[in-house]
C-alpha cells in the first residue's frame, strides 16, 4: 500500500505542477509504467482496466471530434451569441443563461467538451462586452462548475458515468430514467447557490450591441442546420442501441466520424487538423491514472472502502446515499475523480444497493469540483484559462469550490433516496 499510494501521490504533484511543459497524459503514463515496473499492477491488470474503461475512452474521443467540428462551423459561438441577445442586456439573466447553455453543452458534449469548447468563447464575449475582471470570473467559475454539476443526466455525458453504466450493467434508458431528476435539480440549485455566492460581481445591464449577429459566425448555414438533425438522429440511436445492447462508443465515435467526414466533404473543415487539435492527452491521462489507481486496489483499498460502504448500507438508505455521496465526494476532490469512480464501483459491487451507485456517481461528478484537480475538466479548464491570460489560484479555486460544492451535492443526493 505504501509503495502504491507513493507512486499515486507523486503523480497527482507533477499533474498540478506540470514542471517544464510536461504534460498531464505524459505525467500518468510514465507513472502506470513505473507502477508495472514496480510490481503494483502486473501484465494481466492492464487487460483488466482496458476492458473497465475501452467503451468510455472511445466515446470520449467520438464526442471530441463531434465537438471540434461543431465548433468549426460556428455551432458553439452562434449558441453563445444568442444566449447573450436573449438576456436583452440584464446582467443576471445572461449570467442565467450562460449556466444553463453551460449545463446544456456539459449534457449532451460531456463536460470535459464544455471546459475546452465553451470556456474560450465565454470568455471572448465577456471580454468583447468589456467587462471588469470580477465579473469575468464570475461568469468563468459559474460555467466551470456547470460543466460538471449538469453532467449527470446521460450515460455519454462524464466518462465516470460510462465506466459506471458498463460496470454494472445498466442501459441507457435505465440510467437516463433515475438521473434526469438529480440533472434538473443539480442545475437549479446551482444557478441558486452560484447566484448567492457570484451574484455581487453580475453587473445589472451589460451592452450586447457590441456583440455581432449570431448568424455572422456560421461558416456553413446548411451544415449548421442540418447539425441539428443529425444531434437528434444521434441521441435517438443511443437510447435504439441500448435495446440491442450495442456500446455506446459505437454511437459516439461513430457519430463523431460520420459528421467529420460530413463536414470534410463540405469543404469546411480540415479532418488533419481536428484529428490534430483533438486532446489526446486526456486519453492518455485517464488511461494512465487508472492503471495507477488499480495498483492501490491491489494494495488493499477497495477492501477497506468496500467495509465503510457496507456499514453505511446497514444504516438505511438515507445515511447509505449521503454517506456514499460524500465519500466518493472527498475521495474525487484529492485523488481525482475517474479513479475515484473505479475504485468505488469495485468496492460497490457486491453490496447491491443500486441508491448507492447513483449516489456515487453524483459525488464523482460534483465532488471534483471542491478542489482544482478533482476533474480532469477543471484541469482542462483552468488550462484553457491560463493559455488565455486568465490566472486561478489553488486557493482562490478551492475556496470558491468548498462553498459552492456541499450545498448542491447535498440538495441532489436527497434526490436519490
Known amino acids: 500500500m505504501l509503495l502504491a499510494s507513493g507512486i499515486f501521490l507523486v503523480t497527482l504533484i507533477f499533474i498540478i505542477w506540470q514542471p517544464r511543459g510536461l504534460q498531464i497524459g505524459t505525467t500518468a ?7 508495472y515496473v514496480f510490481g503494483v499492477v502486473s501484465f494481466g491488470d492492464l487487460f483488466i482496466v482496458w476492458d473497465i474503461v475501452w467503451d468510455a475512452t472511445l466515446a470520449f474521443i467520438g464526442i471530441i ?3 471540434l467540428v461543431l465548433d468549426e462551423i460556428g455551432f458553439f459561438e452562434w449558441c453563445a451569441l444568442k444566449m447573450a441577445k436573449f438576456s436583452n442586456g440584464s446582467g443576471v439573466k445572461m449570467f442565467v443563461y450562460s449556466i444553463l447553455l453551460g449545463a446544456l453543452v456539459s449534457a449532451l458534449f460531456a463536460n470535459d467538451g464544455a471546459a475546452l469548447i465553451l470556456t474560450p468563447i465565454l470568455l471572448a464575449k ?9 465579473t469575468i470570473l464570475a461568469f468563468l467559475l459559474a460555467g466551470g462548475f456547470i460543466s460538471d454539476s449538469a453532467s449527470l443526466p446521460f450515460v455519454f455525458s462524464n466518462l465516470t458515468n460510462i465506466v459506471t453504466a458498463n460496470y454494472f450493467d445498466i442501459g441507457f434508458a435505465e440510467y437516463f430514467s433515475n438521473m434526469f431528476i438529480p440533472f434538473i435539480v443539480s442545475v437549479t440549485v446551482t444557478i441558486i447557490v452560484l447566484l448567492l455566492v457570484l451574484g455581487k460581481d453580475i453587473p445589472k445591464t451589460v451592452d450586447i450591441d457590441l456583440l455581432k449577429s449570431p448568424e455572422s459566425v456560421l461558416k456553413n448555414r446548411t451544415l449548421f442546420y442540418f447539425s441539428w438533425g443529425f444531434l437528434l438522429l444521434l441521441l435517438i440511436g443511443y437510447f435504439i442501441g441500448d435495446a440491442y445492447d450495442i456500446p455506446i462508443s459505437v454511437f459516439a465515435l461513430g457519430g463523431g466520424l460520420i459528421f467529420l467526414l460530413i463536414s470534410t466533404i463540405a469543404k469546411t473543415v480540415e479532418p488533419i487538423k481536428i484529428i490534430k487539435n483533438a486532446p489526446w492527452q486526456v486519453v492518455w491521462f485517464s488511461l494512465g491514472l487508472y492503471i495507477v489507481v488499480y495498483g492501490l486496489k491491489n494494495a488493499g483499498l477497495t477492501e477497506y472502502l468496500t467495509t465503510a460502504l457496507m456499514a453505511l448500507d446497514a444504516k438505511g438508505d438515507l445515511i447509505a446515499v449521503l454517506g456514499t455521496g460524500f465519500m466518493s465526494a472527498i475521495l474525487s476532490a484529492f485523488m481525482n475523480n475517474m479513479p475515484t469512480i473505479m475504485v468505488m464501483d469495485i468496492a460497490l459491487k457486491d453490496i447491491g444497493n443500486s441508491a448507492m451507485i447513483y449516489a456515487n456517481i453524483v459525488g464523482c461528478n460534483l465532488g471534483p469540483k471542491m478542489t482544482p484537480f478533482g476533474s480532469l475538466a477543471t484541469l482542462l479548464w483552468l488550462h484553457t484559462l491560463n493559455q488565455k491570460g486568465i490566472k486561478i489560484s489553488f486557493w482562490q479555486y478551492s475556496k470558491f469550490g468548498l462553498i459552492v460544492t456541499p450545498p448542491v451535492l447535498l440538495v441532489v443526493l436527497l434526490t436519490l433516496v
Open 126 to 134: 465577456m471580454r468583447v462586452l468589456k467587462l471588469n475582471l470580477k
Open 65 to 67: 471530434i463531434l465537438s
Open 29 to 35: 503514463v510514465m507513472s502506470a509504467v513505473v507502477a
